[in-house]
């Protein structure tokens, strides 16, 4: 058998409309939404980015935008932020936080969670309980913010 090499995704920019319309009806139809574009700029976006995950990673970017979308179109705002490039900074602990160390010390994998389990828990919260947005919200791909859901038991 002769294998076949197929160069990166990245190396066939050309490509990537005609992908990014296959997966887009793909999942429209999948999931019953009447989306039947992409929007110039969201496109533009699409072929620019680097797709490091290759065809895969379109594959997801194009699945979330349309279980997010509202609009007969992907619009830019559906897309994944490592696609639109506003990766969103995570907060920063006051530097005061170390120096109230106890003496004693404490059981910090205990506090680590209880931190973990408050943002999951807000994010949900902010997003109204859609989880793609809330794992958006943390910077996090949507399965391990499903994991996390689950092992919280947040709902």
């Known amino acids: ?83 639109r490039g506003d990766v969103p900074r995570p907060p920063v602990a006051p530097a005061s936080a170390v120096d109230a160390l106890p003496e004693s010390g404490f059981d910090l994998e205990a506090h680590v969670k209880d931190i973990e389990r408050g943002y999951i828990a807000e994010a949900l919260k902010r997003a109204g309980g859609v989880q793609v947005r809330a794992a958006e919200l943390l910077g996090m791909s949507f399965r391990s913010f499903r994991y996390y859901v689950k092992k919280y038991n947040l709902r």
């Open 1 to 83: 058998m002769i294998p076949i090499t197929l160069p990166p995704l990245r190396e066939r920019r050309e490509d990537i409309p005609l992908v990014a319309e296959h997966f887009l009806e793909k999942f429209a139809e999948q999931m019953g939404k009447p989306i039947t574009s992409i929007s110039h700029e969201a496109m533009d976006l699409l072929v620019r980015h680097e797709w490091p995950g290759n065809i895969r990673e379109l594959e997801n970017a194009i699945e979330r935008a349309v279980a997010l979308e509202l609009t007969p179109a992907i619009l830019s705002d559906s897309l994944p932020t490592s696609i």
